[in-house]
């Protein structure tokens, strides 16, 4: 297979067809608490595209020191601290830019540090032998794939605040039951990318 | 060999992460708006919510955006306080700088200085109001049990406590009006409610009627203002 034609089906893959959250499952914690609203999710996609770049390109290189000492076992640890200070800076640097969406998103923000979806992908790109330019290209394909499930998602749930739903399936119960039909028309990408 | 590596890179990350984490903070500091404070320590300080904002601080923001008129701050009219924060918003920026270092970042001292330096017709500062304490609020609401009149008076009040008029609580003001010591105009959150007007509907109905409102809406407030509203 070529190597560009590879590199565009580990973005595909990454996206569609193993989404993180409706696939795999990761995130599900901002998944569901920052898409009432199409804004905010947008920008917490935004937020999380970063995150998940920056902490994997990190982490790839950051896995070779630790390999080369073979200490390898320290992997999660030391991944979870370049995502917890890259989500600070995140932090810091979203109240000075645009102190309104430091706002809306409150405490989902900092609610990255421990978003597996992060950790999550910081890992696969390890497991999978990826090279650095595969693991930049995995983890745009991720981050554009949350993006996408989130803003899909607020998109349905800001239409379902305008019907009249029975009083029992209001708010969490009617956004899991939507959640889980989400799931299931992304399930029908399986099968489009063998790798 | 392994135990010192580990130590090591951990150690190191933590320290490159940890200063770069101490310069971002350090580049990308937020300096709060000096002339919001000062807005903020001019206004009264009841947090009534009469100006539509969710209490003073937000409205100084407001005010200081452009985004709220000085003149929204209805406890604050009588003592001047639109004046004051004209006068802060009028002030060059490098004026609201030099007394902001002045005094030390303290808006209260801030503000004094700043209105010392202006002409001499805004030398009275108002003082804030002193909301009641719970024990005072206390005594008088369980005083109002007794008194038909000043209980459903007391339910046409906006019931925030703020202490504006000058009694302990709204439960002591009810009492007051029905007694006939206090003016009904100096409950100054209740302008916009039409306050001074529904007491003076109650006043005009004798013992039966109150009691019959009373009875019908079981001393609820949101009820008692509902009733009298639609007379």
């Known amino acids: 297979m070529p190597e560009g ?30 898409s009432k609203k199409v804004d905010t999710a947008v920008g917490m996609s935004i937020a999380v595209i970063f995150v998940m770049v920056m902490a994997s390109i990190i982490t790839w290189i950051l896995n070779l020191l630790l390999v080369a000492l073979s200490i390898s076992f320290l992997r999660t640890v030391v991944f979870i601290l370049i995502i917890a200070s890259l989500v600070q800076f995140v932090e810091i640097f979203l109240k ?17 540090t421990t978003n597996c979806a992060i950790l999550g992908l910081a890992l696969l790109n390890v497991q999978q032998n990826y090279s650095l330019i595969e693991t930049i290209i995995h983890s745009f394909g991720a981050g554009f794939g949350f993006a996408l499930a989130l803003i899909i998602f607020s998109t349905v749930r800001e239409r379902m605040e305008l019907y009249e739903i029975p009083e029992s399936f209001k708010g969490t119960a009617s956004a899991l039951v939507s959640a889980g039909l989400l799931s299931m028309a992304f399930m029908g990408f399986q099968g489009l990318v063998k790798l | 060999m392994i135990i010192i590596y580990s130590a090591v890179v951990l150690a190191a990350l933590g320290l490159i992460s940890g200063s770069f984490l101490a310069f971002a903070a350090e580049k990308f500091k937020v300096k709060a708006d000096p002339r919001e404070k000062l807005v903020e320590a001019a206004l009264p300080g009841a947090n009534c919510g009469a100006c539509g904002f969710p209490g003073c601080s937000a409205f100084a923001k407001a005010v200081v955006k452009g985004e709220a008129d000085p003149e929204g701050c209805i406890p604050g009219k009588r003592t001047g ?151």
Not at chain 2, 114 to 141: I, R, V
Request: hydrophobic share 35%; net charge negative; aromatic share 6%.
């Open chain 1, 5 to 34: 034609t590879r590199l565009f089906f580990i973005f595909l893959s990454a996206m569609l067809v193993n989404n993180f959250v409706l696939a795999r499952f990761l995130g599900i914690c901002p998944f569901l608490g920052v």
């Open chain 1, 96 to 112: 000075k830019i645009s102190p309104s969406l430091y706002d809306a998103l409150g405490i989902y923000l900092p609610l990255i």
């Open chain 2, 81 to 231: 306080t639109p004046e004051t924060i004209k006068k802060i918003m009028n002030a060059l920026q490098e004026k609201i700088d030099e007394v902001w270092e002045n005094s030390e970042e303290n808006p209260d001292k801030a503000l004094e200085l700043l209105e010392g330096e202006g002409s001499s017709n805004n030398k009275k500062k108002s003082k804030a109001p002193t909301k009641p304490t719970k024990e005072e609020k206390e005594k008088y609401e369980s005083k109002l049990k007794d008194n038909t009149k000043a209980s459903a008076i007391y339910g046409v009040l906006p019931n925030i406590d703020c202490g504006l008029c000058g009694c302990k609580g709204c439960a002591h003001f009810a009492i007051e009006i029905s007694k006939g010591n206090i003016d009904p105009e100096k409950c100054v959150p209740g302008k916009r409610q039409n306050v001074a007007e529904n007491i003076e509907k109650l006043k005009e109905m004798d013992e039966k009627e109150i009691e019959k409102l009373l009875e019908e809406t079981e001393g609820d407030p949101g009820e008692i203002k509902k009733k009298v509203n639609d007379k």
